[in-house]
């Protein structure tokens, strides 16, 4: 038996010093099938955790800025997560960016797989004098959340060790951020409508995958139910696209976190202008 543990996050954010980090020289480089996009496998460092009667593989997927379908990378990361299903996601984020690499989070914590979040960078954020409130930051997204920094190691082990403890617990919270009430209610109605195929905590992400008219999830799936009613009273209701209004609506969620959890140094901030 073995635990997998899927790293995901933005181009940058610190996945590859992280991988590095946790797996060492225990790694096997390939492509995933059929296109040249890298795959990184390793063993995570037995110092870092695990019971030691099982292996821990640690997966480092592509560097994506969402689960929506549009590059070779977001689709090769996104069919990893929904078809092979990691025991858990450290979805790192760059903490001196925190607010773009958010919109991937608010994405990672709907596949009902476990998520630590590691707030990266943090020796950067540290000397900056802002401050990531971490409490607040995970009671606001629903998970874990640890800082580290991937440069200097620090933090590293704490986020390993959480991600096996969720592993071991195979099913996630169910995701705490609520769509606006309109968008919950066609959302519950599209859940409703999908197969016995699709397992209930995948349920949620799929819903809102048709709603957003995802093509390439509906190829992927079995049985496809006609959502065009749910789509078209939606879009009459809030006078926008599906796609928009979902979009739209992670941001306002964003930017509730940033406004709760993310404190600038004022000081910083008088300086420089
Ligand atoms: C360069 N702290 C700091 N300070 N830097 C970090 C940390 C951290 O915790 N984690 C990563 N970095 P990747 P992706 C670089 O390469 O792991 C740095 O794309 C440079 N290179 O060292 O590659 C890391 O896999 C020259 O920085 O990210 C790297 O997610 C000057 O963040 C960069 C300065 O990390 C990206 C930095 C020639």
């Known amino acids: 038996m073995s635990i997998?543990?899927?790293?995901?996050?933005?181009?940058?954010?610190?996945?590859?010093?992280?991988?590095?980090?946790?797996?060492?020289?225990?790694?096997?480089?390939?492509?995933?099938?059929?296109?040249?996009?890298?795959?990184?496998?390793?063993?995570?460092?037995?110092?870092?955790?695990?019971?030691?009667?099982?292996?821990?593989?640690?997966?480092?997927?592509?560097?994506?800025?969402?689960?929506?379908?549009?590059?070779?990378?977001?689709?090769?990361?996104?069919?990893?997560?929904?078809?092979?299903?990691?025991?858990?996601?450290?979805?790192?984020?760059?903490g001196t960016n925190i607010e773009r690499n958010l919109y991937l989070s608010t994405q990672l914590m709907e596949l009902g797989i476990p998520v630590v979040m590691a707030v990266n960078m943090m020796d950067v954020v540290e000397k900056s004098g802002d401050v990531i409130h971490i409490d607040k930051l995970s009671k606001k997204l629903g998970c874990e959340v640890v800082e580290i920094s991937a440069l200097k190691g620090t933090g590293i082990q704490k986020a390993a060790e959480k991600a096996i403890g969720l592993a071991g617990k195979k099913n996630a919270a169910p995701p705490v951020h609520s769509f606006a009430p309109e968008v919950e209610g066609v959302l519950d109605a599209i859940e409703n409508k999908l197969g016995s195929d699709i397992p209930e905590e995948q349920k949620r992400f799929f819903a809102v995958k048709l709603l957003e008219k995802d093509d390439k999830i509906r190829e992927q799936m079995r049985q496809v139910p006609d959502v065009s009613a749910e789509i078209a009273q939606i879009e009459k209701e809030m006078d926008d696209d599906t796609e928009s209004i979902i979009t739209n609506e992670r941001y306002v969620y964003i930017s509730s976190i940033i406004g709760e959890c993310f404190s600038r140094n004022r000081k910083e901030n008088m300086t420089s202008s």
């Not at 059929?34 to 795959?39: A, N």
């Not at 019971?51 to 821990?56: K, L, P, Y």
């Open 4 to 94: 997998k543990i899927a790293l995901a996050g933005n181009p940058n954010c610190g996945k590859t010093t992280l991988f590095n980090a946790l797996t060492g020289s225990n790694q096997f480089v390939g492509n995933w099938p059929g296109v040249t996009v890298e795959k990184k496998e390793g063993k995570l460092k037995k110092n870092f955790g695990g019971n030691g009667s099982e292996d821990v593989i640690i997966m480092d997927l592509p560097g994506i800025y969402s689960l929506s379908p549009y590059t070779l990378e977001e689709v090769v990361a996104r069919n990893y997560l929904i078809n092979e299903r990691p025991d858990a996601i450290i979805n790192i984020v760059d």
